[in-house]
């Protein structure tokens, strides 16, 4: 009896040790990613005078450049004509996590946005550069790499070069297995959508499954002017509750990320590293958002020659970085 007990003693401080070092693994690889990231940008923006007030740059925040490719898995190879087979980024979002506060910001910038992009040809030799909407510089790339770079530098210039993190572009085709993952998204219909989905009628509230939260998230009639913007709410409106749908998620089955991840994965570019991967996995359901924590960069749509074209305001887009990226300082 005696030994017998002297053995599952033993046993039970193996598993307790093995316990231990398992969650003292996953703390170290948390912090690992953590400072991984933050260590990707060395130089802050350091501090900046605007209408009489210092303002310094949050070194909290981690920024990431997320886009939605509009086209299918041909979209991560390489492109072999100048027809832009690479796909564009439809969809950009900066997310911007304050790591102190615990908040995600999310600002939504319109790809028909003009802006200086980069040209090159199919072996990756710098061409020219002229102004173009900005969705098309990720169909310069001769890979996934470079077309998520060449649309992160673009973005970046056009913030006046602040700090991005990283990036991940994922097709828009992976929106339905995404939306599931998580139980699906609950919204009212902002516009009649008929046209792509029978269920989607304005005003009306809705369960978005599959092909429903694909088309919610993706349609818009190019006939109609401006129809960039109104997609654009819809997504913001989309993104809110799909948030709060993956808290709800991962609070009930803490693998929700996990499939999440597997999912997503072959849909999916991305320059993270497992270790930050799984740190921001780790934290994000604990992060607060909401429909006030959506942006835009707010301009003008005009018709171009063939296209629309979107002018932001300048005035307005460099208020929104002081507000997203900055705290006001002391002189």
Not at 64 to 75: P, Q, R, S, T, Y
Not at 242 to 260: C, E, G, Q, W
Request: net charge negative; glycine share 4%.
């Amino acid at each position: 009896m005696h030994n017998k007990k002297k053995k599952l003693f033993v046993a039970l401080s193996i598993v307790i040790t093995l316990i231990i070092l398992l969650v003292s693994a996953l703390e170290i690889t948390k912090a690992v990613g953590k400072r991984r990231l933050l260590s990707r940008v060395n130089l802050s923006p350091g501090r900046v005078k605007y209408q009489n007030k210092l303002y310094e740059y949050n070194n909290d925040v981690i920024t990431f450049l997320v886009m939605g490719i509009d086209k299918g898995k041909e979209a991560f190879e390489p492109w072999e004509t100048d027809d832009g087979n690479s796909g564009q980024a439809d969809a950009l979002f900066l997310a911007v996590l304050d790591t102190n506060k615990k908040t995600i910001k999310v600002i939504g910038i319109n790809r028909n946005t003009m802006t200086d992009i980069d040209f090159y040809d199919e072996e990756s030799n710098y061409l020219a550069t002229f102004p173009a909407q900005i969705a098309l510089q990720y169909a310069y790339g001769n890979n996934q790499e470079e077309s998520c770079t060449y649309q992160l530098e673009t973005v970046k210039k056009l913030f006046y070069n602040l700090p991005i993190h990283g990036y991940a572009a994922v097709n828009i085709d992976a929106v339905p297995v995404i939306n599931d993952t998580v139980g699906g998204v609950d919204v009212e219909v902002l516009e009649d959508l008929t046209h792509a989905d029978e269920t989607l009628v304005k005003g009306s509230h809705v369960h978005l499954m599959g092909k429903s939260a694909y088309w919610y998230v993706k349609y818009r009639d190019i006939n109609l002017f401006s129809s960039v913007d109104m997609r654009t709410h819809r997504q913001a409106q989309y993104l809110d509750s799909f948030i709060d749908a993956a808290k709800h998620s991962v609070k009930s089955n803490p693998f929700v990320s996990l499939r999440l991840y597997r999912e997503i994965t072959p849909q999916m570019a991305t320059d993270l590293s497992l270790p930050e991967a799984f740190y921001l996995a780790t934290v994000l359901p604990q992060y607060q958002f909401d429909e006030q924590s959506f942006y835009k960069v707010t301009g003008m749509t005009v018709m171009g020659d063939e296209y629309e074209e979107f002018y932001p305001d300048e005035a307005a887009l460099f208020e929104l970085i002081l507000d997203v990226f900055y705290r006001e300082g002391n002189d």
